[in-house]
């Protein structure tokens, strides 16, 4: 029996969007996509997938369900098989089949309570950068848009030790700390990790916010801030910009390098912030993005391109001795 924490845990590492459309062509049409589904005949589609609710659902046939369910009907899998091939898609290890302990219990209840605090911090941070001129001027002279700012939820950490307390009055609720948004010093006083700085919100495949990237606006140090690992961060397994990458591939059937130059450069300086050691991650993930957006032949032919722009840039800005070799590396392993 595979814990059903573990299944929650798949459900949100995945996207049924991207599920579906291993198999399945789709297009999007308004909050959805929608397809030709595989489970009747049809030649209008009628299968849509929604990527808020993270279930599809058939008009004409009726059949609906999440990933695991689709997988299951659609590859005739057993649910453990199921869950076993998408969790190795996600890179997961499907646990030992034991019921979960009590404190494993406890941990997921705490999980869920922290991707409400995030949210609620980001929104915070959003609200923030609207009264901060300064911020918006930053912004604007990084050549980023107020529409670019919205779509990637970008916010302001107010200057000030506290600042959070505005959003969470249960200042020493020991969840902020465990988010990683404020700091137990000595003698237990706490204050904000991100003071003063520009916020970039991270976001696991699935959407969530997950971590923060504050930049400062002057000449602080240091530049990056990142959130530490958390329960909900593991630095590694998650890469910034990816919902919005994919979103944008799907959007406009084009690659990462070739969303507008703005989101580009504002892309080049986060990932200028992240860990070289992270690099190889960052590979395999925009390598999956790319073999999944090169589903079609307009898409392989122009996005090949862009994308192998973006990484000689890429490691053009890290300035590591060994870019050519980790190149190399990245186009090997996407074929
Ligand atoms: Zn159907």
Request: charged content about 30%; glycine content about 10%; some cysteine.
């Amino acid at each position: 029996m595979i814990p059903d924490s573990f299944k929650q845990d798949l459900l949100n590492r995945v996207d049924i969007v991207d599920v579906v459309s291993r198999y399945v062509q789709l297009k999007k049409g308004g909050a959805n996509y929608l397809g030709l589904c595989p489970f009747h005949n049809e030649k209008t589609p009628s299968f849509s997938v929604s990527p808020a609710k993270q279930f599809y659902h058939c008009f004409g046939c009726g059949v609906h369900g999440n990933a695991i369910g689709f997988l299951m009907a659609y590859s005739a899998l057993g649910y453990v098989d199921a869950i076993k091939e998408l969790a190795a898609a996600a890179g997961m290890q499907v646990p030992e089949s034991r019921p979960p302990t009590p404190q494993e219990a406890a941990r997921k209840e705490r999980e869920t309570d922290l991707y409400a605090l995030m949210e609620k911090a980001m929104e915070f941070y959003r609200a923030e950068l609207k009264k901060s001129p300064r911020a918006i001027e930053y912004l604007k002279g990084r050549g980023l848009t107020g529409e670019i700012a919205a779509r990637f939820r970008i916010g302001c950490a107010p200057d000030g030790w506290q600042g959070l307390k505005a959003a969470f009055p249960a200042y020493e609720d020991k969840a902020l700390v465990e988010a990683g948004l404020v700091i137990e010093g000595e003698e237990g006083k706490r204050y904000d990790r991100f003071r003063d700085r520009v916020m970039f919100p991270i976001f696991s495949a699935r959407g969530a916010v997950i971590g923060f990237g504050g930049r400062v606006m002057g000449d602080g140090e240091p530049k990056y801030l990142n959130s530490p690992e958390t329960p909900l961060f593991e630095k590694g397994r998650e890469l910034y910009g990816l919902v919005q990458a994919r979103d944008a591939i799907r959007r406009a059937q084009r690659v990462i390098g070739q969303i507008n130059s703005s989101a580009e450069s504002l892309r080049d300086e986060l990932m200028g912030g992240i860990p070289t050691s992270d690099l190889q991650t960052c590979m395999k993930v925009l390598a999956r993005i790319r073999e999944r957006a090169g589903k079609t032949d307009k898409v392989r032919s122009r996005g090949n391109a862009g994308l192998d722009r973006r990484f000689t840039r890429h490691n053009g800005h890290t300035k590591q001795g060994n870019s050519i070799q980790k190149k190399g590396t990245f186009r090997k392993g996407s074929k």
